[in-house]
């Protein structure tokens, strides 16, 4: 299930607090939109399931985590691609303040 800012969808009432706990269980919550749990993998530190996910999601929310996890991966040539897809500047924050930006704009 893909996942557009504004869209119901099970769980919608999830916190980052929330969401961030959940990070303690071995899988992702079942009612988590795609890109979510794209960022729930990267949480896990478990890039590649992340990227595998955020990859096939042609948005520009889908081009916002994917320029994200370029920029961890330090391919920032790639990540410049996929920000100007998403039709952001390139984060210069932290990647932890910029996983916690981009979770809690999903979340809304």
Do not use: C
């Amino acid at each position: 299930m893909g996942f557009i800012r504004g869209r119901k969808f099970p769980g919608e009432n999830m916190t980052f607090e929330s969401f961030q706990a959940s990070l303690q269980n071995e899988s992702p919550p079942l009612e988590l939109p795609a890109l979510l749990q794209a960022m729930w993998y990267d949480g896990k530190g478990d890039w590649d399931a992340a990227h595998s996910i955020a990859q096939d999601i042609d948005t520009a929310d889908g081009s916002w985590v994917h320029a994200y996890l370029h920029r961890k991966e330090g391919d920032n040539f790639n990540a410049g691609y996929w920000y100007r897809r998403a039709n952001k500047p390139a984060s210069n924050v932290s990647l932890d303040e910029e996983w916690e930006e981009i979770v809690r704009a999903m979340l809304q």
